[in-house]
C-alpha cells in the first residue's frame, strides 16, 4: 500500500534539499519545488527508527530545456533504481545524460558522478532530481555523496586506419560514415563523452538541392522553388548575395557549389541508411513550411539530433569504423616533407585533465572536422577582438583545437574580420531564434526602447544589438496574450520547444504596460508599443522599415521575456580549396596543399565567406562539403 504525501510536505523536503544542495555549492541546476511538482509517491512503510522513508520517488528538476523528472527508488540505504521517465532535453545532447547519469548514480551509490562531458546541465538536473528524492526519504545527502573516481588509464596504443577524423560533430560524422561506405577504415576521436559538437543544436532543415525527392515531390512543377531543384539556379539566388569586396572568384562560389551539390546527394543517401525527413509539404491549415526539407520529426524538433545519433551508431557498429571518445587530439604527425601522416592524441577526464591514454593514430589521411573556436576566448581576442567578453551560446568543445593544429602544420587563416551572428537566446541561453515567428512582438532595450527591425536580416541585426552600447546590453522580447499559444505550439513550423520557458518562469506577466515599465525600469516601454501599432493599424512600415507589424493588444496585459542576443560560432577558419585539401595561403592565392591534411566544416570557417558571401548555414555547408571530401579522400588514398 503506497500513500502520496501532501503537497506540504513535498515542498518542505524539496526546499530544504535545495538549501542543502546550495549550501553544498552543488545546485547548478534549478530545483523546483512550485505548484506544478509531481505527486510524490511515499513508500508503502511509514518512517523507522532511524527516519527513512524507504521507496520510489519521482522528483523533477530543471535541466537544459524544461523540467526532467527522475524516479529513485531507494531501500535499506540503498538507491535500487534510478531511471529519467520523462525530459524534453536536446535530442542528441540532454539525452545521452538521461541514459546514462542515472546508471552511473546506481553503480556508484553517489550522486557526486563526474558529468557527462557534453551534456553538464542535463546531468546536473538529474543529480539535483536524485538528491530530491534521497532527502525526501529521510537519507543524508553525505550518505550518497561519496567521490567518484575517473579511470586513469596510463596506456599507450598505436592504431593504423586509412583515415583518422578529428572530431564527431556535423561534418565528422557525415564525412566518417560516407568514407565507411566507400570502403575505408576509419577512426574517430571525439574529446567529449558523446557525439553530435554543434548538430544537435541546428534546426534540422537540410537545402538539399537537386536532390531526386523534391523532383519527385513537384508533381505539378509549382510545388518547390526551381532553385530547390538545380544547382545553377540555386547558385545563381546566392549569388546575389555576394560581396564584391570579399569575392576572389568572380561570382562562381566554387565552395558552396560543392557543398550543395553535394547535400542533395548526402540527403537522399541519408534516406538510404534509415535517416528519415519530415513529410514534405504545405498542408491545409496546419505545417505550412513549405519544401526546405527537415529532418524528422521536423525543425526544432531534435530531427538533427536523431540523424546525428543514427549516425554516430552507424560509425560504431560498422566493423571497420570506430569512435573513440574522451580522446583529444593534440597534434598532427608530420613527415620530413611536411607531409600529415596521422595524429597524437590523449585521453581525458571530464573536466579535461589528461587521464594517462596516450595514443598515436598512423593514417593515409586525416581530416578535421573538430569545428570553430568561438569558446576559446585568446583566439576570439586574435580574430575578433569586437566580440571580447561575450558569450557564445555555442558546443562548449569549440575551442579552435584543429585550426591550432593546422596552423602549427603550416597552414593559415582566411575569412578574418567579418561580422559574426547572433540569435535569440533567453537570459538563461535557451534557444528562442525562432521565437520573431512563433511569437509576434517586438523586442525593445535596456529603456524600452524598440531596436527596430528583428524580422528581415534576424541573425545580423542580432548581432549589431548586442554590439551596439546604446542598448544598455538588456534586452525583452514584449509581446501580447494573443501570441502566448503560438509561443507554445508554433504550428507553421511544427514545433512547441518554447512552451519550456513558461514552465522555466521566464514569461512574465504584468496587467498593464504601466505596471511593466515601472517594475523593470523600461521607460520608453508604452511609446515602443504605440509606435508599432499605429504602424500595424495604417498597415504601413514603422520607422525602422519593419512591414507586417504586429498589433499588440494590452487589453488582458503584457508579456515580457528577457532575452540576450547571442553569438554563436566563428567564421574565420582555416585555408582550404574546394576539395576539402587544407591549404598554406587561400586557394585565391594559389595556396600550396598540405599533403595528407583535409578539412571540412567550421575548422575552415565559413565555406560561405570563402566564397565572398556573408555567413549563412554552417549546418547544410557542413554536411554537403564533409560529405564531398570524404568522396575526395576516398579517390586520393
Ligand atoms: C547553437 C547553435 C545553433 C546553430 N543553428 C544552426 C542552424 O539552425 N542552421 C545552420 O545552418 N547552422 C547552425 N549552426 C551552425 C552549425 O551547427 C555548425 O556550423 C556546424 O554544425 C559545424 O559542424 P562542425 O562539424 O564543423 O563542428 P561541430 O559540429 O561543432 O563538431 C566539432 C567536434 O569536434 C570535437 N573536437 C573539438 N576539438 C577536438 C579535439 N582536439 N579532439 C577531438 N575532438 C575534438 C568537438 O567535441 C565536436 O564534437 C548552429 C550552431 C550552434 C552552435
Given at each position: 500500500?503506497?500513500?502520496?504525501?501532501?503537497?506540504?510536505?513535498?515542498?518542505?523536503?524539496?526546499?530544504?534539499?535545495?538549501?542543502?544542495?546550495?549550501?553544498?555549492?552543488?545546485?547548478?541546476?534549478?530545483?523546483?519545488?512550485?505548484?506544478?511538482?509531481?505527486?510524490?509517491?511515499?513508500?508503502?512503510?511509514?518512517?523507522?527508527?532511524?527516519?527513512?522513508?524507504?521507496?520510489?520517488?519521482?522528483?523533477?528538476?530543471?535541466?537544459?530545456?524544461?523540467?526532467?523528472?527522475?524516479?529513485?527508488?531507494?531501500?535499506?540505504?540503498?538507491?535500487?533504481?534510478?531511471?529519467?521517465?520523462?525530459?524534453?532535453?536536446?535530442?542528441?545532447?540532454?539525452?545521452?545524460?538521461?541514459?546514462?547519469?542515472?546508471?552511473?548514480?546506481?553503480?556508484?551509490?553517489?550522486?557526486?558522478?563526474?558529468?557527462?562531458?557534453?551534456?553538464?546541465?542535463?546531468?546536473?538536473?538529474?543529480?539535483?532530481?536524485?538528491?530530491?528524492?534521497?532527502?525526501?526519504?529521510?537519507?543524508e545527502?553525505?550518505?550518497?555523496?561519496?567521490?567518484?573516481?575517473?579511470?586513469?588509464?596510463n596506456?599507450?596504443?598505436?592504431?593504423?586506419?586509412d583515415?583518422?577524423?578529428?572530431?564527431?560533430?556535423?561534418?565528422?560524422?557525415?564525412?566518417?560514415?560516407?568514407?565507411?561506405d566507400?570502403?575505408?577504415?576509419?577512426?574517430?576521436?571525439?574529446?567529449?563523452?558523446?557525439?553530435?559538437?554543434?548538430?544537435?543544436?541546428?534546426?534540422?532543415?537540410?537545402?538539399?538541392?537537386?536532390?531526386?525527392?523534391?523532383?519527385?515531390?513537384?508533381?505539378?512543377?509549382?510545388?518547390?522553388?526551381?532553385?530547390?531543384?538545380?544547382?545553377?539556379?540555386?547558385?545563381?539566388?546566392?549569388?546575389?548575395?555576394?560581396?564584391?569586396?570579399?569575392?576572389?572568384?568572380?561570382?562562381?562560389?566554387?565552395?558552396?557549389?560543392?557543398?550543395?551539390?553535394?547535400?542533395?546527394?548526402?540527403?537522399?543517401?541519408?534516406?538510404?541508411?534509415?535517416?528519415?525527413?519530415?513529410?514534405?509539404?504545405?498542408?491545409?491549415?496546419?505545417?505550412?513550411?513549405?519544401?526546405?526539407?527537415?529532418?524528422?520529426?521536423?525543425?526544432?524538433?531534435?530531427?538533427?539530433?536523431?540523424?546525428?545519433?543514427?549516425?554516430?551508431?552507424?560509425?560504431?557498429?560498422?566493423?571497420?569504423?570506430e569512435?573513440?571518445?574522451?580522446?583529444?587530439?593534440?597534434?598532427?604527425?608530420?613527415?620530413?616533407?611536411?607531409?600529415?601522416?596521422?595524429?597524437?592524441?590523449?585521453?581525458?577526464?571530464?573536466?579535461?585533465?589528461?587521464?594517462?591514454?596516450?595514443?598515436?593514430?598512423?593514417?593515409?589521411?586525416?581530416?578535421?572536422?573538430?569545428?570553430?573556436?568561438?569558446?576559446?576566448?585568446?583566439?576570439?581576442?586574435?580574430?575578433?577582438?569586437?566580440?571580447?567578453?561575450?558569450f557564445?551560446?555555442?558546443?562548449?568543445?569549440?575551442?579552435?583545437?584543429?585550426?591550432?593544429?593546422?596552423?602549427?602544420?603550416?597552414?593559415?587563416?582566411?575569412?578574418i574580420?567579418?561580422y559574426?551572428?547572433?540569435?535569440?537566446?533567453?537570459?538563461?541561453?535557451?534557444?528562442?531564434?525562432?521565437?520573431?515567428?512563433?511569437?509576434?512582438?517586438?523586442?525593445?532595450?535596456?529603456s524600452g526602447?524598440?531596436?527596430?527591425?528583428?524580422?528581415?536580416?534576424n541573425?545580423?541585426?542580432?548581432?549589431?544589438?548586442?554590439?551596439?552600447?546604446?542598448?544598455?546590453?538588456?534586452?525583452?522580447?514584449?509581446?501580447?496574450?494573443?501570441?502566448?499559444?503560438?509561443?507554445?505550439?508554433?504550428?507553421?513550423?511544427?514545433?512547441?520547444?518554447?512552451?519550456?520557458?513558461?514552465?522555466?518562469?521566464?514569461?512574465?506577466?504584468?496587467?498593464?504596460?504601466?505596471?511593466?515599465?515601472e517594475?523593470?525600469?523600461?521607460?520608453?516601454?508604452?511609446?515602443?508599443?504605440?509606435?508599432?501599432?499605429?504602424?500595424?493599424?495604417?498597415?504601413?512600415?514603422?520607422?525602422?522599415?519593419?512591414?507586417?507589424?504586429?498589433?499588440?493588444?494590452?487589453?488582458?496585459?503584457?508579456?515580457l521575456?528577457?532575452?540576450?542576443?547571442?553569438?554563436y560560432?566563428?567564421?574565420?577558419?582555416?585555408c582550404?580549396?574546394?576539395?576539402?585539401h587544407?591549404?598554406?595561403?587561400?586557394?585565391?592565392?594559389?595556396?600550396?596543399?598540405?599533403?595528407?591534411?583535409?578539412?571540412?566544416?567550421?575548422?575552415?570557417?565559413?565555406?560561405?565567406?570563402?566564397?565572398?558571401?556573408?555567413?549563412?548555414?554552417?549546418?547544410?555547408?557542413?554536411?554537403?562539403?564533409?560529405?564531398?571530401?570524404?568522396?575526395?579522400?576516398?579517390?586520393?588514398?
Amino acid at each position: 500500500m503506497s500513500k502520496k504525501i501532501s503537497r506540504r510536505s513535498f515542498l518542505k523536503g524539496a526546499a530544504a534539499g535545495a538549501a542543502t544542495l546550495a549550501a553544498a555549492g552543488m545546485m547548478n541546476a534549478t530545483v523546483f519545488a512550485d505548484g506544478e511538482a509531481e505527486a510524490v509517491e511515499v513508500p508503502a512503510t511509514e518512517a523507522n527508527a532511524e527516519g527513512h522513508r524507504d521507496g520510489k520517488y519521482m522528483t523533477k528538476a530543471m535541466g537544459h530545456e524544461d523540467y526532467v523528472y527522475v524516479s529513485t527508488s531507494i531501500f535499506d540505504g540503498v538507491i535500487t533504481d534510478c531511471k529519467v521517465v520523462s525530459h524534453k532535453e536536446t535530442i542528441g545532447i540532454g539525452n545521452y545524460a538521461c541514459a546514462r547519469i542515472p546508471k552511473a548514480i546506481v553503480a556508484n551509490q553517489s550522486v557526486n558522478v563526474p558529468n557527462l562531458r557534453g551534456c553538464s546541465t542535463t546531468s546536473m538536473a538529474i543529480k539535483v532530481a536524485v538528491m530530491q528524492a534521497i532527502q525526501l526519504a529521510g537519507y543524508e545527502l553525505t550518505d550518497f555523496f561519496g567521490a567518484v573516481a575517473e579511470e586513469d588509464v596510463n596506456a599507450e596504443e598505436t592504431l593504423d586506419v586509412d583515415v583518422v577524423v578529428v572530431g564527431a560533430g556535423t561534418a565528422g560524422l557525415v564525412a566518417a560514415a560516407k568514407l565507411l561506405d566507400l570502403g575505408k577504415k576509419v577512426l574517430v576521436v571525439e574529446k567529449r563523452g558523446i557525439p553530435g559538437g554543434s548538430m544537435a543544436m541546428t534546426y534540422s532543415g537540410v537545402a538539399a538541392i537537386g536532390a531526386p525527392t523534391l523532383s519527385n515531390y513537384d508533381v505539378d512543377g509549382k510545388s518547390t522553388q526551381p532553385y530547390n531543384l538545380d544547382i545553377d539556379a540555386w547558385i545563381a539566388l546566392l549569388n546575389g548575395m555576394i560581396k564584391p569586396e570579399m569575392d576572389h572568384y568572380e561570382g562562381k562560389m566554387p565552395f558552396e557549389r560543392v557543398a550543395y551539390a553535394k547535400l542533395g546527394e548526402a540527403a537522399e543517401w541519408f534516406k538510404s541508411i534509415g535517416i528519415g525527413f519530415m513529410t514534405l509539404g504545405s498542408f491545409e491549415g496546419e505545417v505550412t513550411y513549405g519544401t526546405t526539407m527537415y529532418l524528422a520529426p521536423g525543425c526544432y524538433m531534435g530531427g538533427a539530433g536523431y540523424a546525428m545519433m543514427a549516425l554516430a551508431q552507424r560509425i560504431e557498429k560498422h566493423p571497420e569504423g570506430e569512435i573513440k571518445y574522451m580522446t583529444k587530439m593534440t597534434e598532427l604527425i608530420q613527415d620530413e616533407s611536411g607531409k600529415v601522416t596521422g595524429i597524437k592524441a590523449v585521453g581525458v577526464k571530464s573536466n579535461d585533465e589528461e587521464n594517462g591514454y596516450k595514443l598515436t593514430v598512423n593514417a593515409k589521411a586525416v581530416l578535421l572536422s573538430s569545428g570553430g573556436f568561438a569558446r576559446n576566448a585568446d583566439m576570439i581576442a586574435e580574430y575578433y577582438p569586437d566580440y571580447v567578453g561575450k558569450f557564445f551560446n555555442c558546443c562548449s568543445a569549440s575551442t579552435g583545437d584543429g585550426i591550432q593544429a593546422g596552423l602549427a602544420a603550416g597552414s593559415a587563416m582566411e575569412c578574418i574580420g567579418q561580422y559574426l551572428p547572433g540569435y535569440l537566446s533567453s537570459s538563461t541561453y535557451f534557444e528562442l531564434a525562432f521565437i520573431h515567428y512563433s511569437t509576434p512582438g517586438i523586442m525593445v532595450n535596456k529603456s524600452g526602447d524598440s531596436v527596430g527591425n528583428i524580422m528581415s536580416g534576424n541573425h545580423e541585426k542580432m548581432a549589431k544589438c548586442k554590439l551596439d552600447p546604446a542598448n544598455g546590453d538588456e534586452f525583452w522580447y514584449v509581446f501580447d496574450e494573443n501570441s502566448a499559444p503560438s509561443t507554445k505550439n508554433y504550428l507553421d513550423y511544427g514545433f512547441n520547444t518554447y512552451e519550456a520557458m513558461y514552465n522555466r518562469g521566464e514569461v512574465l506577466h504584468y496587467d498593464t504596460v504601466e505596471a511593466a515599465a515601472e517594475e523593470l525600469n523600461l521607460p520608453g516601454l508604452a511609446a515602443a508599443i504605440e509606435a508599432n501599432n499605429a504602424a500595424a493599424l495604417a498597415g504601413t512600415k514603422d520607422e525602422f522599415g519593419r512591414g507586417n507589424c504586429p498589433y499588440i493588444d494590452v487589453f488582458q496585459g503584457i508579456n515580457l521575456i528577457k532575452v540576450d542576443p547571442t553569438f554563436y560560432l566563428t567564421s574565420a577558419g582555416l585555408c582550404a580549396d574546394d576539395a576539402g585539401h587544407v591549404l598554406k595561403a587561400p586557394m585565391y592565392e594559389g595556396g600550396e596543399a598540405i599533403s595528407g591534411l583535409y578539412g571540412a566544416g567550421d575548422v575552415l570557417g565559413s565555406i560561405e565567406e570563402k566564397d565572398g558571401k556573408q555567413y549563412g548555414m554552417g549546418f547544410d555547408c557542413g554536411m554537403g562539403f564533409g560529405y564531398a571530401v570524404a568522396e575526395t579522400i576516398a579517390a586520393e588514398i
